[in-house]
């Protein structure tokens, strides 16, 4: 026989658990492909009677997709819950606030992504597509040479070549957990390039580009050990660059107002 108290609980755990069972049920149509982006899941009285539930279950599971990124849902006569695909983006985003939420520090994070590079040169740099990389490796400095001097444009820029180093590895893993932690550092390199009496930010920025393009000739040539070592350098002297910063912390650096 079920005690009262059992029973209560028991229908406590329904109660609580049936809109985190809708929301993992759209959320397998959405990773299977069943649902793709830009797509409409209807208004809300619709999934209420296509899920058979009730309108605050299907409220709390719509706020929890959205909460994750995967739904936005439109206010008005035009609208509705559409559909968003999972990108880096989100994760990086989700990654982001963890690491604010826990204190880690700045160097922490830097130092992560220390250890993936240069393993990850090693393997552009010992492939059978390497030139192709180095040409596309000089394109993406390019592009920081153009927003040389704009501390927030060179930021994302400088952002995208060291994703697109980790992707050039060819390692979907590696590449998830280098977005993660570019969205995090490219604020730090941006707060690193906004001017500072004490140094010459634009000169710095100039350094890290003339080693950008040491790479790119060490991982054309396909000297994997020597694109390798020489990279491992370059994020140590980053490092030093990026501790110097106000910024200790990823809470502290996402407080301030760069």
């Known amino acids: 026989m079920?005690?009262?108290?059992?029973?209560?609980?028991?229908?406590?755990?329904?109660?609580?658990?049936?809109?985190?069972?809708?929301?993992?049920?759209?959320?397998?149509?959405?990773?299977?492909?069943?649902?793709?982006?830009?797509?409409?899941?209807?208004?809300?009285?619709?999934?209420?009677?296509?899920?058979?539930?009730?309108?605050?279950?299907?409220?709390?599971?719509?706020?929890?997709?959205e909460a994750e990124g995967l739904i936005s849902v439109r206010r008005g006569a035009l609208g509705g819950v559409v559909v968003h695909r999972p990108d880096e983006r989100m994760t990086a985003r989700t990654a982001a606030l963890l690491l604010q939420a826990r204190g880690v520090p700045l160097m922490d994070v830097h130092n992560a992504r220390s250890m993936i590079e240069p393993v990850a040169v090693r393997l552009v740099a010992g492939s059978r597509a390497r030139r192709s990389a180095a040409a596309?490796?000089?394109?993406?400095?390019?592009?920081?040479?153009?927003?040389?001097?704009?501390?927030?444009?060179?930021?994302?820029?400088?952002?995208?070549?060291?994703?697109?180093?980790?992707?050039?590895?060819?390692?979907?893993?590696?590449?998830?957990?280098?977005?993660?932690?570019?969205?995090?550092?490219?604020?730090?390199?941006?707060?690193?390039?906004?001017?500072?009496?004490?140094?010459?930010?634009?000169?710095?920025r100039m350094r890290g580009l003339r080693s950008q393009a040491r790479l790119a000739a060490l991982v054309e040539a396909g000297d994997a050990a020597a694109a390798e070592k020489h990279w491992a350098e370059h994020m140590a002297v980053v490092g030093q660059v990026m501790i110097s910063q106000h910024a200790k912390t990823v809470i502290d650096l996402m407080r301030h107002d760069y």
Do not use: C, Y
Not at 8 to 19: L, M, Q, S
Not at 31 to 51: H, K, M, Y
Not at 154 to 170: I, K, Q, T, Y
């Open 2 to 65: 079920v005690e009262p108290g059992e029973a209560r609980d028991g229908v406590r755990r329904t109660v609580r658990e049936k809109p985190q069972q809708i929301a993992d049920e759209i959320r397998r149509l959405i990773v299977q492909g069943d649902l793709t982006e830009g797509d409409s899941l209807g208004r809300e009285p619709e999934l209420v009677e296509r899920f058979a539930v009730s309108r605050p279950s299907m409220r709390e599971a719509l706020r929890i997709l």
């Open 136 to 204: 596309e490796l000089r394109r993406l400095s390019a592009d920081q040479l153009e927003a040389i001097e704009d501390p927030e444009a060179f930021g994302r820029a400088n952002a995208r070549f060291h994703a697109r180093l980790v992707e050039l590895a060819g390692n979907q893993t590696l590449s998830i957990v280098a977005e993660m932690l570019s969205e995090v550092l490219a604020r730090a390199v941006t707060a690193a390039s906004r001017p500072d009496p004490t140094r010459d930010a634009e000169a710095t």
